[in-house]
């Protein structure tokens, strides 16, 4: 039973554009959301996160939304760039955390 | 200075052999896992030590068994490997603050494969 969802597989686009990056969760005790970026042969890395008391983090040219009503974030990268094509997973931690839950990732190449 | 280490980073083993997955944090974390990654790319939990203590153990056959002589380490050991058991596993840490976990570190990743 998947918790975390990311329905795209795959993602393209165009470098100096805007890559959103979904996912979805069915977990309500989720309290604490997390993206990392995976390059092959590494172990994933950690990105940026936010937490359930707000919609909205942003650190340089990353941003992340959340939206508990519906149980979906995003993961806003502007400008894209070369160097972001990665696997990107998103990750959901429950208020009595001692679990990350994962999504399937999304594979983002941003194109020169 | 890697955070988080686990060796090796290849594994190619037949079945039936035993074999053990090594991992170090440096990060003065109290909490480690171990996720395994399949075919379908899904990073899934495995087992999770916080301080020593299990505390997570997912559906994982008994011929899998974590070890943490200290909170710095968690090595996996598998008995009696099975074509099945083929995936790259991952080592991670985080810290507990206040009863809430923070950013999960993790291992590059031991590619297994059992022929």
């Known amino acids: 039973d998947q918790q975390v969802k990311q329905n795209s597989p795959s993602l393209s686009v165009q470098e100096g554009r805007i890559s959103i990056l979904n996912c979805d969760y069915t977990?309500?005790?989720?309290?604490?959301f997390l993206w990392y970026k995976k390059y092959p042969a590494e172990g994933p890395t950690f990105l940026i996160s936010?937490?359930?008391?707000?919609d909205k983090n942003e650190d340089g040219r990353f941003t992340v939304f959340l939206n508990k009503s519906a149980k979906h974030l995003s993961l806003h990268i502007v400008p894209s760039q070369p160097g972001d094509s990665a696997v990107y997973f998103c990750?959901?931690?429950?208020?009595?955390?001692?679990?990350?839950?994962f999504g399937t990732g999304t594979s983002l190449t941003v194109i020169p | 200075d890697t955070a988080v280490s686990q060796t090796p980073k290849y594994l190619v083993t037949q079945m039936g052999n035993d074999k053990s997955i090594k991992c170090e944090q440096n990060?003065?974390?109290?909490?480690m896992y171990w996720y395994k990654q399949d075919s379908k790319k899904f990073l899934k939990i495995m087992f999770s030590y916080n301080n020593k203590e299990l505390i997570i153990n997912e559906t994982v056959p008994n011929r899998f068994s974590p070890k943490s002589p200290d909170k710095a380490h968690l090595n996996l050991h598998i008995n009696s490997l099975e074509l099945g058991d083929s995936a790259v596993y991952f080592c991670?840490?985080?810290?507990?603050?206040?009863?809430?976990?923070?950013?999960?570190?993790f291992g590059q990743g031991t590619r297994l494969t059992v022929v």
């Open positions: 977990n309500s005790m989720f309290d604490y």
């Open positions: 991670a840490s985080s810290q507990l603050l206040q009863g809430m976990n923070t950013e999960a570190f």
């Open positions: 990750a959901a931690i429950p208020y009595t955390g001692n679990q990350f839950y």
């Open positions: 936010i937490s359930s008391i707000k």
């Open positions: 990060l003065g974390h109290d909490t």
